[in-house]
């Protein structure tokens, strides 16, 4: 019986094998565009954006991506003094582009690293009964991370990652999980 299990996994591991190098490589001449939606979290400030990607993967093991993120709901803090005060922040929109290498596990699984470029814009609300001052700000930042990617199809998959944007006045920690969508 397990001779039999055996061999019906090395048949389905081989064929998924044989499946896959029908499929072309991607190439400079010939990129595989695939496109991501997902949600984003960053660690430190606590605010929360929808994610969008879109990429070419132009070799087996490199591509290149770009993401923009739309900040959904400001991270507000309440101070109970007299008058009372309130202080939202806000991620506004965030774009980058990076660079990833990727490192197959499975025809299925896969893990990547990247590093890029990221500018960040942001908004800040003090209220302090009558007055309220908003202060926008933006801020470049390097941005490099890991994370791994699951196929169902060929065609959709999942994305999980980890990204550390540095900044010239401190570091953001976010993660992000993406429906992944390959064209």
Do not use: C
Request: avoid cysteine; glycine fraction near 10%; hydrophobic fraction near 40%.
């Amino acid at each position: 019986m397990r001779v039999l299990f055996a061999m019906a996994a090395l048949s389905a591991v081989a064929a998924a094998g044989a499946a896959q190098a029908q499929e072309p490589a991607p190439s400079l001449s010939s990129p595989q565009i695939y496109g991501t939606l997902g949600y984003l979290k960053k660690e430190d400030s606590n605010l929360d954006a929808v994610q969008l990607r879109l990429g070419a993967r132009l070799a087996p093991h490199f591509g290149v991506e770009g993401e923009f993120a739309n900040g959904v709901e400001p991270h507000t803090v309440n101070f109970p003094s007299v008058p009372p005060i309130q202080i939202k922040d806000q991620l506004r929109y965030q774009f980058a582009a990076y660079g990833v290498g990727y490192l197959p596990i499975t025809p299925q699984a896969e893990l990547f690293a990247r590093v890029g470029y990221g500018q960040t814009w942001t908004k800040r609300t003090f209220a302090i009964p009558p007055n309220l001052a908003v202060v926008k700000g933006d801020a470049g930042s390097f941005n490099y991370g890991v994370g791994g990617q699951y196929s169902f199809d060929g065609k959709n998959g999942v994305r999980v990652d980890y990204t550390r944007e540095d900044y010239k006045h401190g570091t953001e920690d976010t993660w992000g999980v993406s429906y992944v969508r390959k064209f």
